[in-house]
């Protein structure tokens, strides 16, 4: 059966990749054994979760488990220190037990650690990739603080100076399900849009060259197609967990009501961040979009006394008219900002 191999997504210029696939379809597993096959030729890895938990978890069922047994490799996790975990090459000891032979191949490790990790005498010129596996969490999973700033760090951690030394940066695989399109990591990476946009289009790629980033909507056919015929998926279908899960869409996002329109004629409301709202004239419609204009309001969307004293003036106006669907959004971005901003579910 077929994974998906991310490596084939190589491209000059782009050092981070960010792949979005269906649960299963080889993901993480094309991304280590790949990892393992270039250590000779490219260098070590980083395998990261996002928090402690998942590294524990990790560690102990061996992310190279299946990989083992098909490839017949003998990569085992072995802790290093309470925080952070090596892969190393094994060898059998007497009564067989594979135990770790020499330097780690690679690093097990968590983002919501990463800013305790440093000091540890990692060797980051060794280092040629960094592999942040789930990094878009289960809808009912509790989000890190500050994610995004949190991503940033830790590539500053693992990347130190390399590009002032003459050496490439390290190229970043960030790999997940299709759990939430409105995601710490998309939003921190500027990628709500451009997400939407493939998904309206139908493109399965995007690239920034400017700033070395790419977007992939990654599967294997065959194995989605033998997936599609499995227990679960026979359970789920037609709900939105199926939809996530074999159909890579981001099914527990409401694209409802998401559409560009034409501002002229209408007045401004008042604006929330990015997001400005314009009213029709003798309705209660709005349209929320990045277009700006002469607003009396504005508040910032980060700032929770800006945020209280918005939903004493609006909070009451806004939810009325988006109940009745009466409100309009530009994209799935500013819709998620401002259902955020009024704390609408």
Known sequence: MGYVYIYDY??????????????????????LKGAYEELDTKGKF???????????LAALLNPFAQINANEGYKV??????????GFYKGIPDESGELKPEGAPIG??????????????GLNVREL????YDEFIPERHVRLLKEEGAAFFNAFETLNRNRELEGLEPLEVWLLANANDINNPIFE?????????????SGKRDYYDYNR??????????????AKKKSALARLTEGSEFYDMAFENKFAYNDFTSIRRLDA???RPAYAVGPAHLWQKKGSKELYCTYKDGSFSYRYDNKNDADKMLAKQRHGLGFRASYAKGLVTFESYELKSIMLDFFGIK
Not at 46 to 56: I, P, Q, S
Not at 107 to 120: E, K
Not at 128 to 131: E, F, N, V
């Open 10 to 31: 190589r491209t000059p210029g782009i050092f981070f990749h960010v792949v979005v696939g269906g649960r299963g379809c080889g993901k993480t597993y094309g991304a």
């Open 46 to 56: 980083v395998f990261m979760r996002r928090t402690n938990e998942e590294r524990e």
């Open 76 to 85: 085992i996790p072995s802790a290093i220190g309470k925080r952070i975990t």
């Open 107 to 120: 690093y097990l490790t968590a983002l919501s650690i990463m800013g305790t990790v440093r000091g540890l």
């Open 128 to 131: 040629h990739k960094i592999i």
């Open 188 to 200: 921190a990476l500027g990628l709500i849009t451009p997400a939407e946009k493939c998904i309206k």
């Open 212 to 225: 070395g980033l790419a977007l992939h909507f990654v599967s294997d056919a065959d194995f989605t197609k």
């Open 264 to 266: 002229q004629g209408m």
